[in-house]
């Protein structure tokens, strides 16, 4: 019977391995072709465990190597996802001569990682710019291959990647644009992968080849060549029904049957309801014991540690080495093991299912014999941790050294939720205290990234046992950041007040940048908290690490709400984002810099670094970040004069908070609100944004912190449209005694007075109107952006009157003739335009309309194009004309904008101006290609004549 099944196998190998996967194969093929004419090609096959994948794989290495190709491989496992680059190291094996180099790029980190264990005292968030670096590397050194010839990367079981491999084979399809590479992937469905947003990218780029079960008569075929015979129908359908037409199961299926006593047929197969992975495992064990109980401790020992070597599985099975080596013929005669000399199944399928078949008991023991050996023999530490963390056995200071080192490694991969899973681990260890404290501020920053609730339960016990003022502050920060996300205000000033009394006598720096974040985040009315100025804090915010971006942060944001200082503020805004990406996922308060941006009339920098935040929190599945990316955006669009992308942006922010089931009453719902409403009122769609505010009410009261009141703000605007003047002035009134208070009478952060001065006119309060209009104005100058100051001057003007009105309406006009607010500059126009037809100027009139309507048309503003319409036909011109916006050339930059283009104007390297405006390099070219597209032009050489010819040179 034995001579009988091996017979089978050998027909397998050489025949019914590849039946009726031609057309598969030839995807596979053609991705060789492509590669061999430099154009760079991904495949993907997908399906169910035991389809095939492996088998296709194994034939393409063979075809890509008979045609000269460098093939690299990797398989991977449910273990893999626990070691950084594990998939990357296995294809390089596969290029020797790049092995040296590879460490290079991968190995100075993990030995650094390894030695610093559990020292650090706080553990920072990982470093993203390190991590694109390191895939750069990567990528380089995978070019240099291709420059010796093509190049064929195979990896089976994509779903078990770890993160930082895959991170870089999406970089590396990216990129390779021009390489003589193929890239070859399998990926198993109904398997949740380690990074579930890094597999839907590689899809993305991939060619997607699924392949499914044989039908009926594949599956003949297939039975035929597995007996030597042709097969009953009763038995091909007894075998489709059993198996799915899975070939892997359906192989083993009749081999099983081969063994036993009858021959394969339809009665064999009578009590057979399906036959499926399950199934399996109870087969394949069922044939192991028959054979000896010592076979079924050795295949159990293989299936659950995976051992690289022979040596280790005998270790752990409590096994001599011989009698090791002899159990691993065996399974190999059986057609369960693929090679003598490594212990590897020939399928995840018959692997999974022996160790499934195991008690929790069982398995927890064999990891930790795995553990205790791999250390004893100076394994590397993610070889060790890996085992440690599927044991809940106390190993003591070694498995927490093993368990720290990795998730370092992790870290610096960008791998937060894996790292975080080491570093519970270790906290299960028996622990000094001071050891378990830092423990726990690692694994509590590790998940402020992706779970903040269990972040800030851990900060919170890590403080019970921290004396140190420095610690104590950067621990408290952070938790009142978690906190406030989670809307508990009263936790937050909580926190902050208790460690503000603590430190205060011995770290009063400390001590007043803690009040800085309580002035910024909880609203108060006490005296105190009013004597902190951001020049205190000038020579930490301006240093640029960590710590002092932070600060920054805080700062533009104090002096938003202010209104003091804007070139500071926006100075602050640059530094804190000076990062990029990095700076939002290690700190959600970022996104304040980018409110500033806004505040100082930087638009198209906050366009920018928004979107850069949605993309990266996409990545990393953080929903609150892409929220508040989201509403960033709306709110820029608005000030744009884009309101339909603005509407756009605030309803997919509100989605956000939706899906996170946040209640109403939570900052994060409050966020989008916030944005949403303005440009539904702008569009003119009052019904829309009355249904938002239904659940705050149109005159209930509103609670006392920042994130309410500004919703106050908005309902005060709502209710005007509506026509109730007096709810309106009494929302923004209160809205402006909150704020007053508070020491944040900035018309740049709420412009509440402009709209207060609206519902006063509308009520027949003149007097009122002007006077708040007039102290509006005078602090608008004390900020001196242009949005903010032609603001304030079109409410004078609507308040002064008659033609009185028009001093104030022209000087606001000139003010934002070269301010990207273009629905401001729209509405100013309006009334502008209406006051002079209505005061005998006709002819300027009819210039300065047309330009309105332009404005309004662009905008999409259906309230300012209803006023228009209430003019005389003759008084707004042609129905349709759209005149341009005038101006010189280069008006149409931003401020920023145009800083930038004089800096390199004067000849500064795209560094140099980088340096200046504390801003990053990325950030300038991002301004560089605008201005470029702006101005018409192609290269920096152009971009000093074009100044000067417009005017805007230095």
Not at 771 to 799: C, F, I, P, Q, Y
Not at 886 to 911: C, D, F, I, K, W
Request: charged fraction near 25%; proline fraction near 4%.
């Amino acid at each position: 019977m034995a001579q009988q099944h091996d017979a089978a196998r050998g027909r397998f190998s050489d025949v019914a391995k590849l039946a009726h996967r031609s057309s598969e194969l030839s995807r596979l093929t053609s991705a060789l072709d492509a590669a061999e004419t430099s154009t760079p090609t991904v495949v993907l096959l997908e399906g169910v465990t035991g389809i095939g994948k492996t088998t296709l794989l194994g034939e393409v290495a063979g075809l890509a190597r008979a045609r000269g190709f460098q093939v690299a491989g990797a398989v991977t496992s449910n273990l893999d996802k626990f070691m950084s680059f594990s998939v990357v190291r296995q294809l390089f094996e596969g290029l020797t001569t790049e092995a040296e180099a590879l460490e290079a790029v991968v190995g100075a980190g993990r030995d650094g990682a390894a030695r610093s264990g559990v020292g650090g005292a706080a553990a920072g968030g990982f470093d993203e710019l390190s991590v694109h670096q390191t895939c750069f590397e990567l990528y380089q050194l995978m070019s240099g291959v291709a420059e010796r010839g093509p190049v064929c990367l195979i990896v089976d079981d994509l779903q078990w990647a770890d993160v930082s491999s895959l991170r870089w084979l999406n970089y590396l399809v990216r990129r390779a644009t021009r390489l003589p590479l193929a890239v070859l992937l399998t990926c198993t469905t109904g398997v949740y992968p380690a990074d579930p947003l890094q597999i839907a990218e590689m899809q993305l780029y991939a060619t997607r080849v699924k392949i499914g079960g044989f039908k009926a008569d594949e599956l003949s075929e297939f039975i035929e060549l597995m007996l030597g015979r042709r097969p009953e129908p009763e038995l091909v359908e007894a075998c489709r029904v059993a198996t799915g037409g899975n070939p892997l199961v359906l192989r083993y299926l009749l081999s099983a049957m081969e063994e036993g006593p009858c021959e394969p047929d339809a009665d064999a197969l009578k009590e057979l309801v399906s036959y499926g992975p399950q199934e399996l495992g109870e087969s394949v064990l069922a044939r192991l014991n028959r054979e000896s109980g010592q076979l079924v401790q050795l295949a159990r020992t293989i299936a659950v540690v995976e051992p690289g070597d022979l040596k280790l599985a005998a270790e752990v099975a409590d096994m001599p080495l011989p009698a090791a080596a002899d159990g691993v013929r065996q399974l190999v005669r059986m057609g369960l093991m693929l090679d003598a000399e490594k212990p590897q199944f020939v399928h995840a399928v018959i692997k999974n299912a022996i160790a499934n078949s195991i008690t929790h008991a069982v398995r927890d023991d064999l990891h930790a014999r795995a553990a205790v050996r791999l250390h004893e023999s100076q394994a590397r530490i993610a070889f060790v941790a890996r085992h440690v963390q599927c044991t809940t056995a106390k190993l003591g200071g070694w498995a927490v050294h093993a368990l720290c080192g990795t998730a370092e490694e992790l870290l610096k991969d960008g791998d937060v939720i894996t790292a975080a899973s080491f570093l519970a681990r270790a906290l299960q260890e028996d622990l000094q205290p001071d050891l378990r404290t830092n423990l726990l501020i690692k694994l509590g920053r590790a998940e402020t990234y992706f779970d903040t609730r269990q972040a800030a339960v851990h900060f919170e016990q890590a403080l019970e046992n921290i004396e140190e003022p420095e610690l104590l502050f950067d621990v408290v920060s952070v938790l009142s950041d978690l906190l406030y996300a989670e809307g508990q205000e009263e936790d937050v000033r909580s926190a902050l007040s208790e460690l503000i009394d603590r430190i205060c006598a011995s770290a009063p720096k400390l001590s007043a940048q803690l009040r800085l974040v309580l002035r910024v985040t909880v609203p108060t009315d006490e005296p105190d908290e009013s004597d902190i100025a951001a020049e205190d804090f000038s020579g930490d915010w301006r240093r640029g690490d960590a710590r002092g971006r932070k600060l920054a942060a805080l700062v533009a944001q104090d002096l938003g709400h202010r209104g003091e200082d804007l070139a500071t503020c926006r100075e602050a805004a640059l530094v804190a984002l000076s990062a990029g990406a990095v700076s939002f996922m290690q700190d959600p308060r970022m996104m304040a810099a980018i409110n500033a941006l806004v505040q100082t009339d930087e638009f198209d920098l906050a366009l920018w670094y928004s979107t850069e935040a949605i993309q990266e929190a996409r990545r990393r599945k953080l929903d609150l970040i892409s929220l508040l990316g989201h509403t960033m955006r709306s709110r820029a669009h608005l000030c744009c004069g884009a309101l339909e992308r603005s509407v756009d942006e605030g309803r997919l922010a509100l989605a956000e908070a939706q899906r996170m089931n946040l209640h109403h009453s939570h900052p994060g719902y409050a966020w989008p609100l916030d944005a949403l409403l303005p440009a539904l009122l702008h569009l003119g769609d009052v019904e829309a944004a009355r249904e938002l505010v239904e659940p705050i009410g149109l005159t209930s009261p509103l609670p006392v912190t920042f994130h309410d009141t500004s919703l106050l703000h908005r309902r005060g605007h709502l209710r005007l449209e509506l026509g109730d003047a007096a709810g309106a002035l009494a929302d923004q009134l209160e809205c402006g005694r909150r704020l007053t208070s508070w020491s944040a009478p900035s018309p740049a952060f709420l412009p509440w007075r402009f709209y207060a001065v609206v519902a006063h006119l509308r009520l027949g309060q003149s007097q009122e109107a002007l006077n708040l209009a007039l102290e509006d104005l005078e602090l608008a100058r004390k900020w001196t952006s242009a949005s903010t100051v032609g603001r304030a001057l079109l409410g004078v003007g609507m308040a002064t009157g008659g033609a009185a009105a028009l001093p104030w309406l022209v000087e606001a006009d000139d003010v934002l003739s070269n301010a990207p607010a273009l629905l401001l500059r729209a509405e100013v126009l309006v009334e502008l335009g209406t006051t002079r037809w209505h005061h005998g100027r006709q002819d300027l009139a009819r210039e300065e309309l047309a330009r309105a309507k332009a404005a309004a048309q662009r905008c999409g503003s259906l309230p300012l194009l209803a006023k228009l319409a209430e003019l005389p036909p003759e008084a707004v011109g042609r129905p349709g004309s759209s005149p341009a916006l005038p101006g010189p050339l280069g008006s149409q930059l931003t401020p920023h904008e145009r800083r930038v283009a004089s800096l390199v104007a004067e000849g500064n390297s795209n560094e140099e101006v980088a340096r200046k405006l504390s801003a990053s390099r990325r950030a300038v070219e991002f301004h560089l290609t605008n201005i470029y597209r702006k101005l018409g032009i192609r290269r920096r050489t152009q971009l000093a004549a074009v100044l000067r010819s417009s005017g805007n040179g230095g």
